[in-house]
């Protein structure tokens, strides 16, 4: 059975740092990509960064580049999340998902197992 755990989410002050951290069971993890979304109250789903476990090359949304890394540790099956400069608008639900071969991080298309999320809440 594939499982996607997000942890790490927590209240930060504007300015802070997080680390989320999804682990990845129940497939070969190199061979599906893992990306990272956010939903925020009465907003649409965001993806914000995303990676591929085979070759390593990652996207992301403007709004977290520079803010935001997202890298892969393969012995672990897990994908991280490192955000810095944290802003009240980054204030979401975090979700991890699985992405196959063609699979969106702008849309989502392609991501077919997701995470039960981490609140990320950063205040001001």
């Known amino acids: 059975e594939v499982q996607l755990v997000e942890s790490g989410g927590g209240l930060v002050q504007a300015g802070g740092s997080l680390r989320l951290s999804c682990a990845a069971s129940g497939y070969t993890f190199a061979d599906y990509g893992i990306g990272w979304f956010r939903q925020a109250p009465g907003k649409e789903r965001e993806g914000i960064a995303c990676?591929?476990?085979?070759?390593?090359?990652?996207y992301y949304v403007d709004s977290v580049k520079g803010r935001f890394t997202i890298s892969s540790d393969n012995a672990k099956n897990t994908v991280y999340l490192q955000m810095h400069s944290l802003k009240p608008d980054d204030t979401a639900t975090y979700y991890c998902a699985r992405g196959d071969i063609g699979s969106s991080c702008r849309t989502g298309y392609g991501y077919d197992h997701w995470g039960q999320g981490t609140q990320v809440t950063v205040s001001s």
């Open positions: 990676i591929s476990n085979s070759d390593f090359t990652s």
